[in-house]
């Protein structure tokens, strides 16, 4: 599934970022087998990933492929 499509309040574990944009993503520390934490909806996710908040767009957030963390 893709981070837009998480709950709020769930435990993920990244497994794909696609795209150019996701390039910066993984400069941050947000990259494949991160956990994060989906924290708000809405316009923008903000997620909790390496003790960070961080904001994304729902565009962004589209290229994102999380699993359940387990």
Known sequence: MTLNQAGVGCDL????LSG???ERLREL????QSQVRKL???????????????AIS??????????AAG
Do not use: P
């Open 29 to 32: 520390g947000f990259c494949e």
């Open 40 to 54: 708000a909806g809405g316009r923008n996710l903000i997620c909790s990933v390496c003790g960070t908040r961080l």
């Open 13 to 16: 574990q990244v497994e794909v």
């Open 20 to 22: 150019s944009a996701c």
């Open 58 to 67: 729902r565009e962004l957030a589209e290229h994102v492929l999380v699993k």
